[in-house]
């Protein structure tokens, strides 16, 4: 687990917020607690390694409706729902918008704990990708618009013939173009620019 992970809560119920804080607190946890969605989403959009634990059914904006409103907002926060008795049906929704896991009530501690470590996890790993993808970003933005309009049909799978024709110019400079691609994005095969290329379309975050 990381030190400087962060836990937020979010539950209407002041016993729980201050059990969990309590919980999460001991095994090292930074933990920050909130009433209502609508006080978390006040909040600065937090940065990982993070998870939040949120509450389906709370007086204003549910669970359901934070996680729709993060998703919307591009924050990859990983999310456990807390789900009373009785609201399964709703947790398993979260599940399938992208919940990593939820929680009954009364809490098990120790599926709290492992429920947050995954989520710290995936944060963590997601953190990774995002350093990951702004390093190709980087790369890609010190192409000059031509290698840019290179690279694009190349990983469109366009041999060097077709993209001398679309471009209007010679195969040769097409070649030259596609030799600086390779040098100033790094990649040392096709098979890897295109995987480049593929991570520019995943969202940022």
């Known amino acids: 687990m990381k030190r400087d992970a962060v836990v937020f809560v979010v539950d209407d119920d002041d016993a729980v917020r201050r059990g969990l804080a309590a919980l999460l607190g001991a095994k090292g946890y930074a933990v920050e607690t ?18 939040l634990l949120a509450d389906v059914r709370m007086p204003g904006m549910s669970g359901l409706e934070l996680q729709a409103e993060l998703k919307r907002r591009g924050v ?7 789900t009373g008795h009785g609201d399964v049906a709703m947790a398993v929704t979260a599940l399938k918008a992208g919940a990593i896991d939820f929680i009954e009530k009364p809490f098990d501690a120790e599926a709290i704990l492992a429920a947050v470590e995954a989520g710290v996890g ?3 790993m997601a953190e ?5 993808r702004a390093e190709i970003v980087r790369r890609v933005a010190a192409l000059t618009p031509r290698e840019r309009e290179v690279m694009d049909l190349v990983v469109a799978g366009q041999p060097n013939k077709v993209v001398a024709f679309r471009l209007k110019i010679a195969i040769r400079t097409v070649e030259i173009h596609r030799a600086r691609v390779m040098e100033k994005t790094g990649a040392r ?16 975050g």
């Open 34 to 51: 909130f009433p209502t969605a609508e006080a978390f989403l006040l909040r600065e959009a937090p940065r990982p390694p993070a998870c």
């Open 76 to 82: 990859g926060l990983p999310v456990v729902v807390i």
């Open 122 to 124: 995936r944060s963590t």
């Open 128 to 132: 990774a990708r995002g350093a990951d």
């Open 189 to 204: 095969s096709l098979s890897e620019l295109v995987r480049m290329a593929i991570r520019l379309e995943e969202p940022a």
